[in-house]
């Protein structure tokens, strides 16, 4: 189980594992190079570098905290920005070799180790457009139940990107829906049936973040850009619809503790006839766990008072631990308080595997 290993081992242990189990989840989503860059982490530890202290003495759970991630990302900016040459061949995937990678890594760091530093200072920021296809399918499969009507309210949205998800055209296994003259085309490879053809209206939608980043700033964008993973060239067309269409409107984001603004939102008016729904991707496990409690009380007791013409829902696209699979479930009041899982997912949308209806303990 990852990170089930914390308890009892000295923190070298602790951290490089949590650094090979983000590797690993790495290259079981298509991304060898990222994980080649993650692994090199484990070396630099034993450096005099900044950075190697910060990774060394790391006081959270590396994996919890997607510490590896967060230097990940400023490697691929150093890329994006054109002012590390060395690591060109590591992104290219000429130079395999783990031993060299680490060679390069470990001299990069040696020349921009006050730069990199900042990066551990937060975690990813991405909300990958790609994940918009399960949230979409999710409201179609809810359609059936509460109605076409709905009003999103993200968790940890970041830059807005899933908060833009009314405006992207979809085709999730032959079903199609949104705008068809959207530059946003979102069409994962479909497993299982196709999810039920049913319509959608999303009459609002906005989100919520601790550190929200704009998009419309280049230097802004530019930091989001460099969480993605480089191999997966679908992801950067995405992420360059996404920054053209925040150009023109940007996402409806306010900074804000995810708790906090949970019970704004719930307590908020919600018009007859449109269901209310929170939802979140990737995010679940960067809330401490008191906090999470309080948002699952919070969202339960709301649910309680739901009504027929005032529903609510809660859908999350999140990470199972142990078996690395990114599942989409739903709960919804009245009448669908179990949670229900409808699918599973590859981390940044590239497939789907629609299963509808399976109940998640």
Not at 170 to 188: E, H, N, Q
Not at 216 to 227: E, G, H, T
Not at 311 to 329: G, Q, V, Y
Request: proline share 7%.
């Amino acid at each position: 189980m990852a990170e089930s290993f914390k308890s009892g081992l000295m923190d070298d242990a602790r951290i490089e594992n949590g650094i090979r189990w983000q590797a690993e989840h790495c290259r079981r989503n298509n991304a060898p190079v990222t994980a080649r860059i993650i692994d090199a982490q484990v070396p630099l530890m034993k450096t005099d570098t900044s950075v190697g202290r910060r990774i060394a003495n790391w006081p959270g759970l590396p994996l919890e905290d997607a510490m590896p991630l967060r230097l990940a990302g400023g490697f691929h900016h150093l890329l994006l920005t054109g002012d590390e040459q060395r690591l060109e061949p590591v992104y290219s995937g000429e130079i395999t070799d783990q031993a060299a990678v680490d060679a390069i890594v470990a001299e990069v760091v040696a020349s921009h180790d006050a730069r990199l530093l900042p990066w551990f200072d937060s975690p990813p920021q991405t909300n990958e457009a790609g994940r918009s296809s399960s949230f979409m399918a999710g409201l179609m499969w809810l359609s059936g139940r509460l109605g076409p009507r709905f009003e999103l309210n993200e968790l940890g949205a970041s830059a807005g990107i899933n908060s833009m998800m009314d405006r992207y055209h979809y085709d999730l296994g032959g079903v199609t829906i949104g705008p068809a003259d959207s530059p946003m085309r979102i069409k994962p490879e479909w497993r299982g049936p196709p999810p039920p053809d049913n319509p959608v209206e999303i009459v609002a939608i906005k989100g919520c973040d601790q550190a929200p980043i704009d998009l419309s700033d280049a230097d802004a964008a530019l930091r989001v850009k460099s969480y993605v993973w480089p191999e997966n060239a679908d992801r950067i067309v995405r992420m360059d619809a996404a920054i053209a269409l925040a150009a023109e409107k940007r996402p409806d984001i306010v900074r804000a503790d995810a708790l906090d603004w949970v019970l704004e939102r719930l307590a908020a008016p919600q018009a007859e006839g449109v269901t209310r729904v929170i939802n979140h991707s990737i995010v679940w496990q960067y809330i401490p766990a008191d906090r999470r409690a309080a948002i699952t009380a919070a969202i339960e007791a709301a649910g309680a008072n739901a009504t027929a013409n005032k529903p609510l829902a809660w859908m999350m696209l999140e990470t199972n631990r142990d078996t690395f699979a990114h599942e989409l479930t739903i709960r919804y009041w009245p009448g669908g308080e179990a949670s229900v899982l409808l699918a599973e997912a590859q981390a940044h949308g590239a497939w789907v595997n629609w299963t509808e209806g399976q109940y998640s303990s």
